[in-house]
């Protein structure tokens, strides 16, 4: 069982950065791939990005490449996602997955969430 706790949601104006975190509970961390998924009102869950279990693999939807980057400490059992440039239409509810290795963009292929962190980008 793994519990996630997302942080550092808030408001911030366009072109500002954010850094969210999500800090797992459990001596597994390391064992799962992990990601960062975000919801908007009246759209469907996305994935943002994802970390493989070592870090050296990232994948970034094509809307936020090359402005968010996606990393994990092992040692802090903690992921983030630091997110640059952002712009209006980032503004979501994000939220921190925890998954095995055959994760995809689907929700329904991850095991556990956490409650979600609000980032709203004003114009």
């Known amino acids: 069982q793994v519990q996630l706790v997302e942080s550092g949601g808030g408001l911030v104006q366009a072109g500002g950065s954010l850094r969210l975190s999500c800090a797992a509970s459990g001596r597994t961390f ?21 970390i493989s279990r070592s870090g050296g693999s990232t994948y970034y939807a094509d809307s ?27 503004t979501a509810v994000y ?14 292929s991850w095991d556990y969430w956490g409650q979600g962190t609000q980032v709203t980008v004003s114009s």
């Open 95 to 108: 939220y921190c997955a925890a998954g095995s290795a055959i994760a995809t963009v689907s929700p329904s």
């Open 30 to 50: 390391s064992s799962y791939v992990m990601g960062w998924f975000r919801q908007a009102p009246g759209k469907e869950r996305e994935l943002v990005a994802r």
């Open 64 to 90: 936020v490449k090359g402005r968010f980057t996606i990393s994990r400490d092992s040692a802090k059992n903690t992921v983030y996602l630091q997110m640059n440039s952002l712009k209006p239409e980032d």
